[in-house]
């Protein structure tokens, strides 16, 4: 035999020892026991680069929160379970500006919150613990400009404010009594009102500064 096929044997043989301990270290890796149960206070997940994408731990007071980066390592979502405020679930734009928010109160009340590139509330939906749900659209300095709601009682309304906050027109319908559009002034006082019964009989007053119709279709 050669030499060169000499030292592809050789060579062969000095391979099959190296073989045999992957092999083996890769069943033992594959018996190795499976943990039930790991406790710690923080995991981190990490891609190949070694960049964190997503991070589970405890907050200052001890409330567990899960949070998710994208590829730039911008937080994008956190979801919590506050140990006093309930769950909350909120999402950031690239700017890491929330966006969307959805939480869960103490007392039961859900919440959803629509939110502009400055951060600021522009709606507002949200169910109260004793059953009326309410949206709220708000402007750029987060004050309420619409509502459209619905009260314990089963009826419904739909109040437009203005810049101060003071109702101006309200669109309501009361179970049983009927329907009915009133125009306030800015003092809060209702200067026109139309109003329709059940029964189909309608009614429209315009009323002076003190709030008392000068003028009715009664």
């Known amino acids: 035999m050669s030499k060169s096929k000499w030292a592809v044997v050789f060579a062969g043989l000095c391979l099959v020892p190296a073989a045999v301990a992957i092999a083996y270290a890769a069943g033992a890796q594959a018996a190795a026991p499976v943990q039930e149960v790991v406790r710690a206070k923080c995991f981190e997940l990490v891609n190949n680069e070694g960049e964190e994408r997503a991070k589970l731990d405890l907050t200052l007071d001890g409330s567990p929160s899960l949070s998710m980066c994208d590829e730039t390592g911008r937080v994008r ?5 506050s140990n006093t405020h309930g769950l909350s679930l909120q999402m950031f734009d690239r700017d890491v500006t929330p966006r969307l928010a959805l939480s869960l109160f103490e007392d039961g009340r859900p919440e959803i919150r629509l939110l502009d590139s400055k ?13 009326p749900a309410r949206l709220d659209l708000l402007d750029n300095a987060g004050e309420v400009h619409a509502t459209l ?4 009682d089963g009826s419904s309304m739909l109040v437009f404010r203005d810049e101060s906050n003071r ?9 049983s009594r009927g329907s009915g559009l009133t125009f306030e002034d800015s003092q809060g006082i209702v200067r026109a009102d139309i109003l329709v019964a059940e029964d189909g009989r309608g009614v ?8 008392n119709a000068f003028w009715s279709t009664r």
């Open 77 to 81: 979502l956190i979801l919590q379970c």
């Open 119 to 131: 951060g600021m509330d522009r709606v507002l939906l949200t169910v109260e613990s004793d059953g």
């Open 149 to 152: 709601g619905v009260l314990p």
């Open 167 to 175: 109702p101006r027109v309200s669109l309501t319908e009361i179970q």
């Open 204 to 211: 429209m007053n315009l009323r002076g500064p003190d709030g």
